[in-house]
């Protein structure tokens, strides 16, 4: 009668080992879906502008601009998958009004990486020939432009679960005219 008892015990011991064990795997697997699955929206950036050509013309009648400029955009992946992007368009504007446009090719950020790509913008005053400040900030030696673009995709993780995120590029910048050089480059 004694070994009946000790079987009631072991089986109810054992019991307890198996709940407990499915109570770890069920807290292991909560907390791996919590913080490693858990998709983010990847970031945009400019990491660079760099000045190629820059013409002006600072006469008070009909001041003008035309520049050509080389950037590189960043795209980091913080997700534990590849972030694959379409094809966008990046957008250059002073003072509010589109000056330039430039295509962003379709292209892969890896997981937990970062994807440097360069663009070359060519973009002149003709669409703001008009604006009252455009005479003074070329005299002045700084213009101040602004990038934006948004890059539609979908976050890939382990094959099997994709996830639409959409990345936005919204940086300034400062082109000073008279060392061909770019100050302030910052990105929201």
């Not at 050509?53 to 998958?81: E, H, I, R, Y």
């Amino acid at each position: 009668m004694t070994t009946g008892g000790l079987d009631g015990r072991r089986r109810r011991k054992c019991l307890a080992y198996i709940v407990a064990g499915v109570i770890l795997q069920t807290l292991i697997i909560v907390l791996f879906v919590v913080f490693v699955m858990r998709i983010r929206t990847p970031k945009v950036r400019l990491a660079s502008v760099s000045v190629e050509t820059l013409n002006l013309n600072s006469s008070s009648k009909s001041p003008s601009f035309n520049l050509k400029v080389n950037a590189q955009v960043a795209v980091k992946n913080t997700n534990f998958g590849h972030y694959k992007f379409e094809n966008s368009t990046a957008t250059i504007s002073y003072r509010g009004t589109e000056v330039g446009k430039t295509t962003l090719v379709k292209a892969r950020a890896r997981a937990r990486s970062t994807k440097k790509f360069n663009v070359t913008v060519s973009f002149n005053s003709n669409k703001v020939s008009s604006n009252p400040h455009l005479g003074s900030d070329i005299s002045s030696k700084n213009l101040t432009f602004s990038a934006s673009a948004k890059l539609e995709g979908k976050v890939h993780l382990f094959k099997v679960f994709k996830k639409k995120k959409s990345a936005k590029l919204d940086c300034t910048f400062v082109v000073n005219t008279s060392t061909k050089t770019v100050n302030d480059l910052s990105c929201k």
